[in-house]
């Protein structure tokens, strides 16, 4: 009983906590850094030009710029404002440790922004939950954009339930780095755009010469690369619905037997012990690891090796399947001005301002078709294949995002070590999985 009264005074001070929390406001100007004012409940939205024209405010939350890019931001916002003369952007920035709890603490206390910054699986999470404003009639008659303006599958990434509540804003993505170097050397064929895994298997044990340390390829064993693994031998977590946990799989089980085989059976891919601490990337630039999968966010590191590189699409066993890793911007769904926040959103996901400041400041990448608009990038060398990044969009896969998110990455984790260090085999691992993540979802 008396840990019954200490919980509800627990609770109680909570909420106390929170009220208190929601009902002030930011009272410090906008001078410094134009930063909106936040949880302003009574804030005015619209005020009048001096040409007698309705000038709405649209407050804009996010966690992307950091102090890097505040001044891109500002460059975006004023191109914005030029272009929509009566639309003024109120912004308010926090560091990605804070802002969820912040945007949480906002919406829960009714002052919502009118527009904020969600990363893709956070998208995901809020759209569910019915807290996002739709975008498909806005959308529809809105005569000056055309979804084509923008990679079609880096934009329906931001629907759900076949609606569109979100607009892709950046990405990043991984594909397949490769020592060209080492190839040569080998007599290799440099990976092309229609290898399969037989075809980097084959490479990489011609490659693989352990006297010198050298290992053909590398993949982590871990969960963010076995989801999209699975999905380049056609295999899923869930089915279309997610009601469904498709973990244990003909498609899983093999596609994990084949991350697996490729250290224990060929031996071409360094297990940890013989890695001895260094990461993936350092032995890649140590010239150890003849193709290595990793993050677009690595090719600044690798601008100083001694040796040639490029990058290729990864190989597949049925299909291609490439990560994406995206942050995009919704609405609140009882903004006040929702076709002035969908000018907003339109423009920070295609417009040429936008992705222009975005690639000459090197702040991620947009998700635009036009590939004129990020020439800039294609051009920076190493590596000479960078249209290889916007291929890749093509062919992605985003994460299975579930409300037990957290629980789904810890089981898959704690299983996938066990088949790594080799004390259950894919199959076992898989098959204890599915009734786990099937009670995440029923």
């Not at 009574?42 to 407050?59: A, H, L, P, W």
């Not at 804003?169 to 594909?175: A, H, K, P, T």
């Not at 011609?206 to 076995?226: C, M, R, S, V």
């Not at 630039?285 to 003849?290: D, H, R, S």
């Amino acid at each position: 009983m008396r840990n019954l009264f200490k919980f509800l005074a627990f609770i109680c001070i909570a909420l106390f906590l929170a009220i208190v929390g929601c009902s002030q406001t930011d009272t410090s100007s906008n001078e410094a850094s134009n930063k909106s004012k936040e949880g302003s409940e009574n804030k005015e939205t619209t005020s009048v030009s001096d040409d007698g024209e309705d000038v709405v405010t649209i407050d804009y939350f996010t966690f992307s710029p950091g102090e890097q890019h505040e001044e891109d931001l500002q460059k975006m916002i004023s191109a914005f404002e030029a272009e929509n003369p009566n639309i003024k952007i109120n912004y308010e920035m926090a560091s990605f440790d804070d802002y969820f709890t912040k945007l949480q603490t906002r919406l829960a206390g009714g002052s919502a922004p009118d527009t904020f910054e969600l990363n893709y699986e956070s998208f995901v999470n809020y759209a569910s939950k019915d807290v996002l404003l739709p975008l498909d009639e806005l959308i529809k008659t809105d005569s000056d954009f055309d979804p084509s303006q923008i990679n079609q599958e880096a934009f329906k990434a931001f629907q759900h339930n076949g609606k569109q509540y979100g607009m892709v804003e950046s990405f990043s993505n991984v594909v397949l780095y490769y020592n060209k170097d080492l190839f040569d050397e080998a007599g290799v064929d440099y990976p092309s755009a229609d290898w399969t895994w037989e075809d980097e298997l084959e490479a990489a044990k011609k490659l693989t010469n352990k006297d010198n340390g050298i290992y053909g390829t590398y993949a982590p064993i871990q969960f963010w690369e076995f989801y999209k693994t699975i999905e380049q031998n056609g295999g899923s977590i869930f089915n279309t619905d997610k009601t469904e946990a498709t973990v244990n799989s003909a498609e899983n089980i093999a596609a994990l037997q084949w991350m697996i085989d490729k250290v224990h059976k060929y031996d071409v891919t360094p297990s940890d012990a013989e890695m001895s601490g260094q990461s993936d990337g350092d032995l890649f630039k140590a010239g150890k690891i003849a193709m290595l999968r990793t993050g677009i966010w690595m090719m600044g590191s690798f601008g100083d090796v001694p040796f040639e590189w490029d990058i290729a699409l990864e190989p597949g066993n049925t299909q291609k399947a490439h990560h994406f890793f995206a942050n995009g911007l919704a609405a609140h769904k009882d903004t006040e001005h929702p076709e002035a926040a969908w000018k907003w959103l339109k423009f920070m996901s295609a417009s040429e301002d936008a992705a222009k400041i975005r690639v000459d400041s090197s702040w991620e990448l947009p998700a635009v078709s036009n590939t004129e608009l990020v020439d800039a990038y294609l051009q920076q060398t190493p590596p000479e294949s960078k249209e290889v990044v916007f291929e890749a969009l093509d062919s992605l896969v985003v994460p299975p995002v579930i409300e037990e998110w957290n629980k789904l990455t810890d089981a898959f984790g704690k299983e996938l070590d066990l088949v790594k260090f080799g004390e259950k085999t894919p199959e076992e691992a898989l098959n204890d999985l599915q009734p786990q993540i099937q009670s995440l979802v029923d």
